[in-house]
């Protein structure tokens, strides 16, 4: 046997040890490979979080990916266990959610009995061997371990161990205790050690690593290491040989659908998608009936009937529980989907395109997004779901929180000792905006924030912040995904308690389970949807109509009115600052348009240089060109330029006679994650397609070049649609049912582009008229009173709901008389709860009282005073003089978020007059290029990733919003004001084209301080 065969590495663990391990699973498995181990162990402590990642990256390097863990016991001993066979790994994970479950997250502990219960296929390495382990695990399922680092008090105990292993009878084997792959990550390690155990590096004493030595060694070196125990070492290829488990044989098996008697899961599928699809299509058209039997017949030899009965079993739990829910993704390419009703989009009618969503040849299983109301109705959703399930059969995918900038800026910086001042200063530069400037380099920040890189101390910081980025931080939870199994998921990956209660995690995230093919269904909170859903309830009772929204009314005249006027906020999709910058100029006139308008405000699009030549030939100012005369009936409607994913895989299945999963193949190669190899593969294989078909020259470059700039970014068709017709719809409500739709948004904050302050606004200059909060009248949430809207006691902020109420059930039994009788009345008040409604004006209707006079009232009431005195009321005006204008403006921001009240700029509108200041109103009748001034308060800063430093600002005056655009050099010379001020007075040239009007600044200045709302700031 050669010698670097010799060795095989049992302990290794990872940064999924969380604040135990320097370096990602990827890492370790590649100095596997550079060292020629053939096989490495993988034994992060109590899980196996990053086990998918190890078995894929080793699969990839060619070593064999072993998997176990390090398990804490109750008795304050560790011992690592690896999994031999599929039992053992099943057992493993049982364990793993035994000890998880009934211990609070990121806690727990097995016991000695456990381990018993669970021995079965697992072989225990220990460092304290002992009868109790010979008969949990069995004579020859037991190692002692020992490990060498240069430590003497290390050696004395490996000779006692040894010594203890040969009066028990049991073989040794040696580890190196792996916790990084390359000895500099061990300073990285020190420092997660502080992290663990909040203490700085000054004063870490022992609890850090003496040497760099617990690093991938070599099998030679460890040969070396332990030349005078050659058995221990020859001995971890015995017990690597008997490790058989690898994550391929993860036996994972998604649940099979309970159907009646006689019945098949295929046969019962086939009788719902037929019943829906006579519902659907009317008539049920031929065209329609081949793309739903050429769906069920793939579904059926995929054997997914199954699958597709859940998600439609969960499509119908919402729809009897009054439950908005609308399926999108790829599932939107789908007919069955379609007819099932998991999906609104009709895909044979937009001729989308099946293979994006499922295919022979993808070999992974499709996937369902259903969008659902955020909040408690998505909660119900979830927990049916547990329910139908078990505890033990249904989890959220988890999401692994890594260090980024900030926090990794923050926990390095803790551990070197560093100031809190310079800390946060470190930890505010290193925040995450949309653009990174090139001379924002992280040296750059480091030396704004007033540190020194020639410094020892700062140099190091430094090299350990860039160290741990990306690493994995700790477990959160995944926003909708959920994983289900037939029988127990816990034999598949560990489960753990999430923060929310009732809501469980595996230990994987989605990419994770993905790789190991366990299907997820993302169930996600979407806030139009509950807004939708609230003002469908609403309309009744304030209008008297009943509105249907499968049946909206096409084209509505109004809707298209103002989307082609950018008059947007509130809408969904459609509101942002690019969006409405462009929405003039695209003019949407049909739903489709509206389809193209959501995708085209992307990345995708913007990087790919399609949106100006989109616009150019929808205005007739270009030719459209379909590249070559085979692709017309794909890129026409897109007049000749590809905006969506399934365009792309039309054209390399046209133009190159691509198969449906060939095509697939391509888009995924050219995905997220791009790789070079894998495109230039493909690129080959394109252009020997192109060939056979004749296509060659300009057009061949044409067309690959199209492919290879789109592919990264493309959005989905379908998904587009599926938002398409939200975004009609929350069109279509606003316009016609401001006062619901409104009053919806405000109850399902926070959400959307803008915030409450700037949509009450809007919804005042469309004639609503938006009530005050008031004790006397005002519910938890916002209410509509006759056509005006009351806001909520829920912006009274600092108000707890359980006061409000108690606000309430105390005004059922009968009217508030006076300040003192709400205080007397409603004991669960607090001080500054009661101090707070005074602030906003919610109890001047009591006493007939301005605000200082409630605030008076108020605190005289909330005293407290003997019985005798207690029913007195004291009455008439404090001597406090009313607020100012001013005044209230604060006191509403600072209370509420929102004024009723006139907006802050007409209070200034004499002083703007004088300074030859237009209002947003007056821009439409400036000609472009003349030179103007405008002010307002700043509710949106941008600076997006797709636009070279140019920073976007809106503004909002009592009569509209503007926009200024910001070079980067103007803001290099402005950035304080800019970034400062909430009012400000900007000069600069009118730039009118094609109805899409800005400012482009030259000079700008902060106006005096007041109250304004916050602002929505490089989002």
């Not at 290491?225 to 490790?243: H, K, M, Q, V, Y």
């Not at 409607?637 to 060939?662: D, S």
């Not at 600092?798 to 007397?824: K, N, T």
């Given at each position: 046997?050669?010698?670097?065969?010799?060795?095989?590495?049992?302990?290794?663990?990872?940064?999924?040890?969380?604040?135990?391990?320097?370096?990602?699973?990827?890492?370790?498995?590649?100095?596997?490979?550079?060292?020629?181990?053939?096989?490495?162990?993988?034994?992060?402590?109590n899980g196996v979080y990053g086990a998918p990642r190890?078995?894929?990256?080793?699969?990839?390097?060619?070593?064999?990916?072993?998997?176990?863990?390090?398990?804490?016991?109750?008795?304050?001993?560790?011992?690592?266990?690896?999994?031999?066979?599929?039992?053992?790994?099943?057992?493993?994970?049982?364990?793993?959610?035994?000890?998880?479950?009934?211990?609070?997250?990121g806690e727990g502990a097995a016991t000695l009995e456990?381990?018993?219960?669970?021995?079965?296929?697992?072989?225990?390495?220990?460092?304290?061997?002992?009868?109790?382990?010979?008969?949990?695990?069995?004579?020859?399922?037991?190692?002692?371990?020992?490990?060498?680092?240069?430590?003497?008090?290390?050696?004395?105990?490996?000779?006692?161990?040894?010594?203890?292993?040969?009066?028990?009878?049991?073989?040794?084997?040696?580890?190196?205790?792996?916790?990084?792959?390359?000895?500099?990550?061990?300073?990285?390690?020190?420092?997660?050690?502080?992290?663990?155990?909040?203490?700085?590096?000054?004063?870490?004493?022992?609890?850090?690593?003496?040497?760099?030595?617990?690093?991938?060694?070599?099998?030679?070196?460890?040969?070396?290491?332990?030349?005078?125990?050659?058995?221990?070492?020859?001995?971890?290829?015995?017990?690597?040989?008997?490790?058989?488990?690898?994550?391929?044989?993860?036996?994972?098996?998604?649940?099979?659908?309970?159907?009646?008697?006689?019945?098949?899961?295929?046969?019962?599928?086939?009788?719902?998608?037929?019943?829906?699809?006579?519902?659907?299509?009317?008539?049920?058209?031929?065209?329609?009936?081949?793309?739903?039997?050429?769906?069920?017949?793939?579904?059926?030899?995929?054997?997914?009937?199954?699958?597709?009965?859940?998600?439609?079993?969960?499509?119908?739990?919402?729809?009897?529980?009054?439950?908005?829910?609308?399926?999108?993704?790829?599932?939107?390419?789908?007919?069955?989907?379609?007819?099932?009703?998991?999906?609104?989009?009709?895909?044979?009618?937009?001729?989308?395109?099946?293979?994006?969503?499922?295919?022979?040849?993808?070999?992974?299983?499709?996937?369902?997004?259903?969008?659902?109301?955020?909040?408690?109705?998505?909660?119900?959703?979830?927990?049916?779901?547990?329910?139908?399930?078990?505890?033990?059969?249904?989890?959220?995918?988890?999401?692994?929180?890594?260090?980024?900038?900030?926090?990794?800026?923050?926990?390095?910086?803790?551990?070197?000792?560093?100031?809190?001042?310079?800390?946060?200063?470190?930890?505010?530069?290193?925040?995450?905006?949309?653009?990174?400037?090139?001379?924002?380099?992280?040296?750059?920040?480091?030396?704004?924030?007033?540190?020194?890189?020639?410094?020892?101390?700062?140099?190091?910081?430094?090299?350990?912040?860039?160290?741990?980025?990306?690493?994995?931080?700790?477990?959160?939870?995944?926003?909708?995904?959920?994983?289900?199994?037939?029988?127990?998921?816990?034999?598949?990956?560990?489960?753990?308690?999430?923060?929310?209660?009732?809501?469980?995690?595996?230990?994987?995230?989605?990419?994770?389970?993905?790789?190991?093919?366990?299907?997820?269904?993302?169930?996600?909170?979407?806030?139009?949807?509950?807004?939708?859903?609230?003002?469908?309830?609403?309309?009744?009772?304030?209008?008297?109509?009943?509105?249907?929204?499968?049946?909206?009314?096409?084209?509505?005249?109004?809707?298209?009115?103002?989307?082609?006027?950018?008059?947007?906020?509130?809408?969904?999709?459609?509101?942002?600052?690019?969006?409405?910058?462009?929405?003039?100029?695209?003019?949407?006139?049909?739903?489709?348009?509206?389809?193209?308008?959501?995708?085209?405000?992307?990345?995708?699009?913007?990087?790919?240089?399609?949106?100006?030549?989109?616009?150019?030939?929808?205005?007739?100012?270009?030719?459209?060109?379909?590249?070559?005369?085979?692709?017309?009936?794909?890129?026409?409607?897109?007049?000749?330029?590809?905006?969506?994913?399934?365009?792309?895989?039309?054209?390399?299945?046209?133009?190159?006679?691509?198969?449906?999963?060939?095509?697939?193949?391509?888009?995924?190669?050219?995905?997220?994650?791009?790789?070079?190899?894998?495109?230039?593969?493909?690129?080959?294989?394109?252009?020997?397609?192109?060939?056979?078909?004749?296509?060659?020259?300009?057009?061949?470059?044409?067309?690959?070049?199209?492919?290879?700039?789109?592919?990264?970014?493309?959005?989905?068709?379908?998904?587009?649609?599926?938002?398409?017709?939200?975004?009609?719809?929350?069109?279509?409500?606003?316009?016609?049912?401001?006062?619901?739709?409104?009053?919806?948004?405000?109850?399902?904050?926070?959400?959307?582009?803008?915030?409450?302050?700037?949509?009450?606004?809007?919804?005042?200059?469309?004639?609503?008229?938006?009530?005050?909060?008031?004790?006397?009248?005002?519910?938890?949430?916002?209410?509509?009173?006759?056509?005006?809207?009351?806001?909520?006691?829920?912006?009274?902020?600092?108000?707890?709901?359980?006061?409000?109420?108690?606000?309430?059930?105390?005004?059922?039994?009968?009217?508030?008389?006076?300040?003192?009788?709400?205080?007397?009345?409603?004991?669960?008040?607090?001080?500054?709860?009661?101090?707070?409604?005074?602030?906003?004006?919610?109890?001047?209707?009591?006493?007939?009282?301005?605000?200082?006079?409630?605030?008076?009232?108020?605190?005289?009431?909330?005293?407290?005073?003997?019985?005798?005195?207690?029913?007195?009321?004291?009455?008439?005006?404090?001597?406090?003089?009313?607020?100012?204008?001013?005044?209230?403006?604060?006191?509403?921001?600072?209370?509420?978020?929102?004024?009723?009240?006139?907006?802050?700029?007409?209070?200034?509108?004499?002083?703007?007059?004088?300074?030859?200041?237009?209002?947003?109103?007056?821009?439409?009748?400036?000609?472009?290029?003349?030179?103007?001034?405008?002010?307002?308060?700043?509710?949106?800063?941008?600076?997006?990733?797709?636009?070279?430093?140019?920073?976007?600002?809106?503004?909002?005056?009592?009569?509209?919003?503007?926009?200024?655009?910001?070079?980067?050099?103007?803001?290099?010379?402005?950035?304080?004001t800019v970034l400062g001020e909430r009012f400000l007075?900007?000069?600069?040239?009118?730039?009118?084209?094609?109805?899409?009007?800005?400012?482009?600044?030259?000079?700008?200045?902060?106006?005096?301080?007041?109250?304004?709302?916050?602002?929505?700031?490089?989002?």
């Amino acid at each position: 046997m050669k010698m670097t065969e010799s060795y095989v590495e049992l302990h290794a663990r990872s940064a999924f040890s969380f604040l135990e391990g320097g370096c990602v699973p990827e890492e370790l498995a590649g100095a596997c490979s550079a060292l020629q181990m053939p096989a490495m162990a993988l034994v992060d402590r109590n899980g196996v979080y990053g086990a998918p990642r190890f078995h894929m990256a080793a699969k990839k390097a060619g070593v064999h990916a072993h998997i176990g863990s390090e398990i804490t016991c109750t008795n304050g001993v560790s011992y690592p266990l690896l999994v031999a066979t599929r039992e053992g790994y099943q057992n493993l994970c049982r364990l793993v959610t035994r000890m998880k479950l009934r211990a609070k997250k990121g806690e727990g502990a097995a016991t000695l009995e456990e381990l018993a219960e669970f021995s079965q296929g697992l072989i225990c390495l220990t460092r304290h061997p002992g009868e109790k382990l010979l008969e949990i695990f069995g004579r020859h399922n037991v190692y002692a371990e020992l490990q060498r680092h240069y430590n003497r008090e290390e050696e004395a105990r490996n000779q006692a161990i040894a010594e203890r292993a040969q009066s028990l009878g049991i073989p040794v084997v040696a580890t190196n205790g792996v916790a990084y792959a390359v000895p500099p990550q061990r300073e990285l390690l020190d420092v997660f050690t502080c992290v663990r155990n909040k203490v700085t590096l000054a004063t870490a004493g022992r609890l850090l690593e003496r040497n760099s030595e617990r690093h991938v060694k070599t099998p030679a070196q460890m040969a070396r290491l332990f030349a005078d125990l050659p058995g221990a070492i020859a001995r971890t290829l015995e017990i690597s040989s008997r490790l058989e488990f690898t994550l391929a044989d993860l036996g994972y098996e998604f649940p099979r659908y309970p159907v009646p008697p006689g019945e098949t899961m295929a046969s019962f599928l086939r009788k719902r998608v037929d019943e829906g699809a006579h519902r659907r299509y009317q008539p049920y058209h031929e065209r329609a009936r081949r793309q739903i039997e050429r769906e069920l017949a793939l579904i059926e030899k995929l054997k997914l009937e199954g699958y597709f009965l859940i998600v439609w079993d969960i499509v119908r739990f919402c729809r009897e529980n009054d439950i908005l829910a609308q399926g999108r993704g790829s599932a939107a390419n789908s007919a069955v989907c379609y007819a099932l009703e998991i999906t609104a989009v009709d895909p044979v009618a937009m001729d989308l395109l099946f293979e994006r969503f499922l295919s022979e040849e993808r070999g992974e299983w499709p996937d369902i997004d259903i969008d659902l109301p955020s909040g408690d109705k998505r909660e119900s959703v979830i927990q049916h779901v547990y329910q139908r399930f078990g505890k033990l059969g249904a989890a959220m995918t988890a999401n692994v929180i890594t260090y980024r900038g900030r926090s990794a800026a923050r926990e390095v910086g803790k551990a070197l000792g560093f100031e809190i001042s310079s800390l946060e200063r470190l930890s505010s530069l290193a925040r995450t905006w949309e653009w990174k400037d090139p001379k924002e380099t992280t040296e750059k920040q480091f030396k704004d924030a007033g540190l020194d890189l020639s410094h020892p101390k700062v140099r190091k910081f430094f090299e350990l912040y860039r160290m741990a980025q990306d690493l994995p931080r700790h477990l959160g939870q995944h926003s909708g995904g959920m994983v289900i199994c037939q029988g127990q998921l816990d034999s598949v990956v560990p489960l753990e308690p999430a923060t929310m209660p009732g809501r469980v995690v595996v230990q994987w995230d989605k990419e994770d389970c993905a790789d190991m093919g366990i299907i997820k269904v993302d169930l996600l909170g979407l806030g139009m949807m509950a807004v939708i859903e609230e003002t469908l309830k609403r309309i009744p009772e304030t209008y008297g109509e009943e509105v249907d929204l499968a049946h909206l009314p096409q084209n509505d005249p109004a809707v298209f009115a103002a989307l082609q006027t950018a008059d947007t906020i509130g809408m969904f999709q459609v509101e942002s600052r690019a969006q409405m910058s462009s929405l003039p100029r695209m003019r949407p006139r049909s739903f489709y348009d509206i389809v193209v308008q959501v995708a085209i405000i992307r990345p995708g699009p913007i990087v790919g240089k399609m949106v100006h030549p989109y616009l150019n030939r929808r205005q007739g100012r270009e030719r459209p060109d379909c590249l070559h005369p085979s692709l017309e009936p794909v890129l026409r409607r897109t007049l000749g330029v590809p905006l969506f994913q399934e365009q792309l895989l039309k054209m390399a299945m046209i133009a190159a006679g691509f198969t449906g999963g060939e095509a697939e193949e391509l888009r995924r190669a050219m995905g997220f994650k791009r790789s070079e190899k894998r495109m230039a593969e493909i690129e080959v294989k394109l252009r020997a397609g192109m060939e056979r078909n004749g296509i060659r020259g300009e057009a061949q470059e044409a067309i690959v070049r199209s492919i290879t700039a789109f592919a990264l970014y493309g959005f989905p068709e379908s998904h587009a649609a599926s938002f398409a017709l939200l975004a009609y719809a929350s069109a279509y409500l606003k316009c016609h049912y401001l006062a619901a739709f409104t009053c919806a948004m405000l109850n399902n904050q926070p959400m959307g582009f803008y915030a409450p302050a700037i949509l009450i606004k809007d919804a005042q200059r469309h004639g609503l008229r938006v009530l005050p909060v008031d004790v006397a009248v005002s519910d938890w949430n916002c209410t509509i009173e006759g056509r005006c809207l009351r806001l909520g006691l829920r912006y009274a902020r600092g108000l707890r709901e359980q006061a409000a109420q108690a606000i309430l059930q105390a005004r059922a039994l009968r009217p508030f008389s006076s300040v003192d009788d709400l205080a007397l009345r409603v004991r669960d008040l607090r001080r500054d709860e009661i101090n707070r409604l005074a602030e906003i004006g919610a109890l001047n209707s009591l006493d007939q009282l301005h605000r200082r006079d409630a605030l008076w009232q108020a605190q005289r009431a909330i005293l407290p005073v003997g019985q005798l005195l207690e029913p007195l009321e004291e009455t008439g005006p404090s001597p406090l003089r009313a607020m100012e204008i001013e005044e209230r403006l604060w006191a509403d921001y600072r209370g509420t978020g929102v004024t009723v009240g006139r907006h802050p700029m007409a209070h200034r509108r004499t002083e703007m007059d004088a300074l030859g200041v237009k209002r947003a109103s007056d821009l439409a009748q400036v000609r472009n290029g003349r030179r103007v001034r405008i002010a307002g308060s700043v509710i949106v800063r941008q600076r997006p990733g797709t636009a070279k430093g140019f920073v976007f600002l809106s503004m909002e005056d009592e009569t509209g919003i503007m926009n200024a655009i910001i070079t980067p050099d103007t803001f290099d010379r402005y950035k304080l004001t800019v970034l400062g001020e909430r009012f400000l007075l900007i000069e600069g040239v009118l730039q009118n084209l094609d109805g899409v009007i800005s400012v482009k600044a030259a000079r700008i200045a902060g106006l005096p301080q007041g109250a304004a709302p916050a602002s929505h700031d490089f989002h």
